[in-house]
């Protein structure tokens, strides 16, 4: 599967956005589906993650203002990310994973500014 992140941007703190990560090549809903995100100087580390049978997960630092969300019909999965913080500033890169398989798109940069 080739998945393509889209959405990054320059936000004001406090504002609004939302990453899609359009799949090719395969369907989604065979996949538990994920975002990841990247600062400088610091590791790769796990979002949210959206398991096949629906269930969600997320990093303690995003919940209650990001939500992962998938459209099969579209086969693209979504991060809505709200209240957004100078934190959350890194490449984002969505992930799409089986037992055996592991998949990644390209990062999208979101920049939080004061």
């Known amino acids: 599967v080739q998945l393509q992140a889209s959405g990054g ?3 004001q703190a406090g504002g609004s956005l939302r990453l899609s990560c359009a799949a090719s ?8 589906v994920g975002w990841f995100r990247q600062a400088p100087g610091k590791e790769r580390e796990q979002v ?4 096949i049978g629906g269930r969600t997960n997320y990093a303690d630092s995003v919940k209650g203002r990001f939500t992962i969300s998938r459209d099969n019909a579209k086969n693209t999965v979504y991060l809505q990310m709200s209240s957004l913080k100078l934190e959350d500033t890194a490449v984002y890169y969505c992930n799409a994973r089986t037992a055996t398989m592991d998949y990644w798109g390209q990062g999208t940069q979101v920049t939080v500014s004061s």
């Open 48 to 51: 949210s993650c959206l398991a």
């Open 25 to 32: 090549g395969s369907t989604l809903d065979h996949y538990a």
């Open 9 to 11: 941007g320059l936000v």
